[in-house]
């Protein structure tokens, strides 16, 4: 009875642990050995022949998971569960796989430290894996942690999170080691070393970095209008339109560049006839009132397929004698004729795209309702810079969850943003830690990209976010109001926008090849006659 609580504690000890960072701002160093309780747990039933320590894996990821992101169940009760459980299934299976790894090494008389190395890639190219996989949802990647740490992570700029992620996990197999006595004084060199050179390095780029001064006054509008129960359904766009228009007339002045609303301000625009559209027209009237502007903002667009007798992609939907698409879309207006828009390509499973649907058609029925329009989505393959006429200004602009997605953003810094903007509406998750989790890991893109960053939230957090992931200005959650500062431009590319997720690639490799290692080490010897 003693063991099983003593083991409960234990599993249940690093599951908290691993929660804080996502809960508690600034807590990013108990990372560094929040697995230990998990490992040394691991440990014992290995070194005691006891099994059954699968039960609590499980228990350590439900309950990481469950802390962190239990408002993803706002929305849609069962579904917000099941995708809880399933983002914990997966940090089980492979931690599962790593024991079973392990016990082969030990029974050929193979040092552990492979097992414990096949683990450590295992988890990183999982995180890498999990960036494009059809069902994404990489919110608890283990560099994500340090988003209110920012001093400490200046380094991102060179690795991306996934270089957060491989220091958080080292560290806590270097902790292991020290304290089962293996080597434990070089160890404890090597560790200090491992922690203490990044952290100094960072806090002196983040005192040094300057930004150059090339600035451009923005203005944010955050209208605050309710996704749950006035946005779709009781709020008359009439009424939203004269809201947004209102708070963007209060705050620009003459000196103003840029004028940003969130995501989906107008809910039903078709594309090619967008001045058919009575908002579009008061968006397009405000913009030739303040000539000095662009104006960008989110909408619900149609786009129309000539006729097809075959349908022309997975997420089409028949309209009498052809089809068209639903896109969540960013829009650009200015004086000119232009109408530039970027179709959201990162999409949420369940609510813009169901999995799979080009083998199985039939799932699309079990999509959420998440306001306006349901089922999958289209997207697009490149990611849309708008630009400005007489202007050096580009910006590139992630709708809503595109955001957590590093190396997905440096492709509008590869295609010439000088800045970014993200639009959202983090309203649907209510008061929950959704929100704060949302806007801190725009910091994490600004200390990647080196770019100054713009975000637009309907209900909040809304923010001037600068080139060392600060935010320089924000409003309050819930309050309709708007912002206005001004932020720098920047031309230069960080090794991270050049090269993208490489860690994610190089582990990759070695979790294959570790992998066909283990499998050869499986196999039982044959015995000579």
Not at 211 to 239: G, L, R, T
Not at 429 to 451: F, K
Request: net charge positive; proline share 5%; glycine share 8%.
């Amino acid at each position: 009875m003693n063991s099983i609580r003593n083991n409960l504690v234990f599993s249940g000890l690093s599951g908290i642990l691993l929660s804080i960072p996502w809960l508690v701002p600034h807590t990013g160093v108990i990372l560094f050995f929040a697995f230990i309780p998990l490992l040394w747990m691991e440990h014992v039933f290995t070194t005691s022949g006891k099994k059954g320590c699968w039960i609590y894996y499980g228990l350590t990821f439900l309950i990481w998971n469950a802390c962190t992101v239990f408002w993803i169940s706002f929305v849609s009760v069962i579904p917000g569960i099941l995708a809880v459980i399933g983002n914990a299934a997966q940090m089980f299976i492979i931690f599962a796989i790593f024991r079973r790894v392990k016990r082969w090494f030990l029974r050929k008389g193979k040092p552990d430290l492979f097992a414990y190395l096949f683990l450590l890639t295992f988890w990183i190219a999982w995180e890498y894996f999990y960036f494009d996989a059809e069902i994404s949802f990489p919110w608890l990647v283990l560099g994500n942690g340090f988003a209110t740490n920012l001093r400490l992570v200046q380094w991102y700029e060179w690795t991306g999170v996934l270089g957060g992620s491989l220091w958080v996990f080292t560290s806590n197999l270097l902790i292991f080691y020290i304290l089962r006595g293996v080597r434990s004084k070089s160890l404890s060199v090597v560790l200090a070393l491992w922690i203490f050179v990044p952290v100094t390095w960072s806090i002196i780029r983040f005192y040094t970095y300057k930004e150059k001064s090339d600035p451009v006054e923005v203005v944010i509008v955050q209208p605050n209008i309710d996704p749950v129960h006035e946005k779709f359904h009781n709020m008359p766009q009439e009424e939203q339109d004269r809201r947004i228009l209102g708070i963007a007339s209060e705050w620009v002045t003459s000196s103003t560049n840029y004028v940003i609303a969130p995501e989906t301000s107008i809910p039903s625009v078709v594309e090619g006839q967008y001045f058919d559209s009575e908002s579009m027209m008061k968006y397009k009237d405000f913009v030739l009132d303040h000539p000095h502007i662009a104006f960008i903002f989110g909408a619900n667009t149609y786009g129309f397929y000539p006729y097809s007798p075959v349908k022309p992609s997975p997420s089409a939907r028949p309209y009498n004698d052809s089809w068209y698409e639903v896109y969540n879309t960013a829009i650009q207006l200015d004086t000119t004729e232009r109408v530039q828009v970027y179709h959201k390509s990162k999409l949420v499973v369940g609510g813009e795209k169901m999995p799979f649907i080009d083998v199985f058609p039939f799932i699309e029925k079990l999509s959420l309702n998440l306001g306006g329009t349901t089922g999958t989505l289209g997207s697009q393959p490149d990611r849309t810079v708008f630009t400005r006429p007489c202007s050096r200004a580009k910006t590139g602009v992630a709708i809503c969850y595109e955001s957590i997605y590093g190396a997905f953003v440096t492709e509008y810094v590869k295609n010439g943003a000088n800045f970014l903007t993200v639009i959202t509406n983090d309203g649907w998750w209510g008061d929950t830690p959704g929100y704060r989790q949302h806007v801190s890991y725009a910091s994490l893109r600004a200390i990647e990209t080196r770019r100054s960053i713009v975000q637009s939230a309907n209900t909040g957090i809304s923010a001037l976010i600068n080139q060392r992931g600060e935010r320089e200005q924000q409003t309050k959650w819930w309050i309709q109001t708007g912002l206005r500062g001004k932020i720098n431009l920047n031309e230069k590319l960080t090794f991270y926008v050049k090269n993208g997720d490489y860690p994610g690639r190089i582990f990759t490799w070695v979790f294959l090849l570790l992998s066909v290692y283990s499998l050869i080490i499986a196999f039982p010897s044959r015995k000579r006659g």
